[in-house]
């Protein structure tokens, strides 16, 4: 019962209200204060089930402006006691962690992560006109992510508009413009099993993506049936020169090679 009301283990939640009981519990000695446990209880409740103040207010018996800003205050609460605790931090042996994930689970050397981006629908913002309609006939903004080996997400940019494609909203953000102007801290490059020359880290991404020398996406044109065996496994097609292109077209090219070598999956023909 507790674990379908708060989705975590009672331990899990009493850990959680000594770390941020410091920060949310100001007037000990008034009894009519809520304690940190209520408040807590009632921040986990918003974010499990995504109901309103109103409902919120109403499971809880407190004031909706009350709730309201004892959740924002919890927040922030556990942002400051769990950044440093949970969430992934952007160096070299970090990304190294998740590259030998890809490398132990899916045999893709050199692999950083995975990343797309997904709508997130919401009614229509006031006066917000089209900025927030997107192509799927929906308002919407967008959550970029980009997921370890297990899924576990390790960037997230929260928020651009939905009429922005994926590839607009990386351009944009603070990770692809680290990306693109070389500040992110990637492990220094590294060979693959079937090539002895160097290969820079990578993150995979769709066809919605720029082909960078860290950023690897599919070979236009993978819905050609046609296309021989090699090519289909990358969904090969030539592109057309772009500033980053050769050298990310090389880099492409060797990784397909060793996916037809020593990184072939015994299942990857079937899913062609």
Not at 259 to 270: A, P, S
Request: include cysteine; hydrophobic fraction near 40%; charged fraction near 20%.
């Amino acid at each position: 019962m507790f674990f379908n009301f708060m989705r975590m283990s009672p331990s899990n939640f009493e850990d959680l209200v000594i770390l941020v009981a410091p920060l949310i519990y100001r007037h000990p000695y008034r009894h009519d204060i809520l304690s940190p446990r209520e408040i807590l209880s009632a921040t986990l409740r918003y974010f499990a089930t995504g109901d309103s103040m109103a409902s919120i207010m109403y499971s809880f018996r407190i004031g909706e402006s009350t709730v309201s800003g004892l959740i924002k205050q919890c927040c922030l609460a556990l942002w400051e006691v769990l950044k440093d605790k949970v969430f992934f931090t952007p160096n070299k042996h970090a990304w190294l962690e998740v590259s030998g994930g890809f490398r132990n689970n899916w045999n893709m050397p050199n692999c950083m992560g995975a990343m797309n981006g997904k709508h997130i629908v919401h009614q229509a913002f006031s006066n917000s006109g089209s900025m927030y309609y997107n192509y799927k006939g929906a308002h919407s903004i967008v959550l970029l992510a980009i997921c370890d080996a297990k899924y576990n997400f390790t960037a997230v940019d929260i928020g651009a508009p939905g009429r922005c494609s994926d590839g607009g909203v990386f351009r944009q953000c603070n990770l692809g413009k680290q990306i693109l102007t070389n500040e992110i801290d990637f492990p220094d490059d590294a060979p693959i099993y079937s090539y002895n020359g160097l290969i820079p880290y990578y993150i995979v991404a769709d066809e919605a993506f720029m082909l960078l020398p860290n950023v690897m996406r599919p070979y236009p044109g993978r819905s050609k049936a046609n296309l021989p065996i090699d090519q289909a496994v990358f969904n090969y097609r030539d592109m057309g020169p772009n500033y980053h292109g050769q050298t990310a077209k090389v880099i492409r090219e060797k990784i397909t090679n060793h996916l037809m070598n020593e990184g072939e999956l015994q299942f990857q023909y079937d899913k062609i």
